[in-house]
């Protein structure tokens, strides 16, 4: 029982590590102001047009 917990608490660590991985890769920040940009367009402050 408790080698099945470990191995549970195994697996979990390393899809946490895959998962904040991918979401440091895939954020987008506004050059002008560093908010997080969601979508294709502009930035919300109006300056970041990238």
Do not use: E, Y
């Amino acid at each position: 029982m408790v080698k099945i917990v470990t191995l549970f608490l195994i697996v979990m660590v390393v899809l946490a590590m895959f998962g904040a991985f991918r979401i440091k890769r895939g954020v987008r920040r506004c050059p002008a102001c560093g908010r997080a940009r969601i979508g294709p367009g502009p930035c919300g402050c109006g300056k970041g047009r990238r």
